[in-house]
């Protein structure tokens, strides 16, 4: 059941709705409402990168990347839910001298918080990345505490610790307006009906610019259509007659 009246609504049940809940509800709001027309996680989130380099090139991020970085770190300690979070470390390389100051505002970073990172030639990169061949590099760096996380399961996590604070999840919900008074937010209309609120979170990912849009806001986010490969080791010794090889991802395999 929808509830009539919210003190905080979250339109987005994906990674950030249902960060933006558990961080709301930890902080101490109650009566926090968060609605998605499908299932938790079912729009853009699962197709995220998942990558969490938290070094930035520019300083005054570096306060609330770190606070990223530490927080997936520590992601069971803070909700209560395990999460697939995995840190072998990233590379990143520069190609021209324009991209070298980037790189080096990276370990002024890492030095600022005296983590490890480490320059390396072409050859060493090579032989952590095989297939990585980058002679012409002008520089790269190593960043051992870079990972990436399954988005899925952070959203799936966050909204489990979210609800054990007493936060409502209405998933298969649509939304279909906010009624502005004023300005002013009056109630979220929702296909099982309307909800009183003053504030609302908007953070329907890919859709969150057209929903805006009707309430008149511009909202410079635009979604970009990406495509994803995924591969899988070839089978030795099963394939065609003809000796061709046998490939167990679909939409990958050699002509």
């Given at each position: 059941?929808?509830?009539?009246?919210?003190q905080?609504?979250?339109?987005?049940?994906?990674v950030?709705?249902?960060?933006?809940?558990?961080?709301?509800?930890a902080?101490?709001?109650?009566s926090?409402?968060?609605?998605?027309?499908?299932?938790?996680?079912?729009?853009?989130?699962?197709?995220?990168?998942?990558?969490?380099?938290?070094l930035?090139?520019h300083?005054?991020l570096l306060?609330?990347?770190?606070y990223?970085?530490e927080?997936?770190?520590?992601f069971a300690?803070?909700?209560?839910?395990?999460?697939d979070f995995?840190?072998?470390g990233?590379i990143?390389v520069v190609?021209?001298?324009?991209?070298l100051?980037?790189?080096?505002?990276?370990v002024?970073a890492?030095?600022?918080?005296?983590d490890?990172i480490?320059?390396l030639?072409?050859q060493?990169?090579?032989?952590?990345?095989?297939?990585l061949?980058v002679p012409?590099a002008?520089?790269i760096l190593?960043?051992?505490?870079?990972?990436?996380?399954?988005?899925?399961?952070?959203?799936a996590a966050y909204a489990?610790?979210?609800?054990d604070?007493?936060?409502?999840?209405?998933?298969r919900?649509?939304?279909?307006?906010?009624e502005?008074?004023?300005?002013?937010?009056?109630?979220?209309?929702t296909?099982?009906?309307a909800?009183?609120?003053?504030w609302?979170?908007?953070a329907?990912?890919?859709?969150?610019?057209?929903f805006?849009?009707?309430l008149g806001?511009?909202?410079?986010t635009v979604?970009v259509?990406?495509?994803?490969f995924?591969?899988?080791?070839?089978?030795?010794?099963?394939?065609?007659?003809?000796?061709?090889a046998?490939?167990?991802a679909?939409?990958?395999?050699?002509?």
């Open positions: 059941m929808v509830p009539s009246e919210a905080i609504v979250i339109i987005g049940g994906g950030l709705g249902t960060s933006a809940a558990f961080q709301l509800a902080a101490g709001h109650q926090i409402v968060l609605l998605d027309r499908g299932p938790i996680a079912g729009g853009t989130t699962p197709f995220a990168a998942g990558q969490t380099a938290y930035p090139a300083k005054h306060p609330f990347t770190t990223c970085i927080f997936f770190e520590r300690e803070f909700t209560g839910y395990a999460i995995r840190q072998p990233s990143r190609l021209t001298e324009r991209h100051e980037g790189l080096e505002a990276r002024d890492a030095r600022s918080l005296h490890t480490e320059w030639t072409p060493q990169a090579k032989s952590l990345v095989p297939a061949e012409e002008k520089g190593f960043m051992p505490r870079d990972g990436y996380v399954e988005p899925r399961s952070v959203a489990a610790a979210a609800r604070r007493g936060v409502t999840i209405c998933t919900t649509p939304v279909t307006g906010v502005l008074i004023d300005g002013a937010v009056r109630t979220v209309q296909a099982a009906g909800i009183r609120t003053q609302v979170v908007v329907a990912g890919a859709w969150t610019r057209q805006c849009q009707h806001l511009n909202v410079r979604p259509r990406h495509q994803a995924v591969t899988a080791p070839l089978v030795r010794g099963v394939g065609h007659a003809a000796g061709g046998h490939c167990r679909p939409g990958v395999c050699p002509a």
